[in-house]
């Protein structure tokens, strides 16, 4: 009778820990905690975001000179880049962004235009950035 509770011990401290990994941050994206949803990102009036492979807000109004940021609130890497169509006075960038990281801050220092993006890696996200 003894194996048998030792037996019943082992297998419940196996159960235990494996839920407690469940719960563990990877370094590798993510940072979800077993929830797969990655760290998470709120848009500002000068931050945008990329969560469930798709730019938040999908379309952004700004004044002539502000500069904005995109957030990478997904588990695996995106781009944004500006689109090659893009009229006269569109900023020109392509910025890869890894999971939980932030890109580098792009000027709108044109008014009355309306500058389409996207990310290279998902041709499903496409967004766009109008300047008054």
């Not at 929830?35 to 798709?54: D, E, R, V």
């Not at 890696?121 to 967004?127: K, L, P, T, Y």
């Amino acid at each position: 009778m003894r194996p048998s509770v030792i037996t019943l011990a082992l297998g419940t401290a196996g159960v235990v820990l494996l839920a407690a990994c469940g719960g563990s941050t990877s370094p590798y994206g993510g940072g979800g905690g077993g929830g797969g949803g990655g760290s998470g990102c709120t848009p500002t009036a000068t931050q945008l975001c990329m969560m469930n492979t798709a730019f938040n807000p999908a379309t952004k109004t700004v004044s002539v000179g502000t500069s904005l940021t995109w957030m990478n609130g997904d588990p695996f890497g995106h781009t944004t880049t500006s689109n090659a169509a893009n009229p006269a006075g569109c900023p020109t960038w392509n910025d890869p962004v890894n999971a939980g990281q932030t890109s580098a801050g792009v000027v709108f220092g044109t008014g009355s235009v309306t500058c389409a993006y996207h990310c290279t890696i998902h041709a499903s996200m496409q967004a766009s950035v109008t300047v008054q």
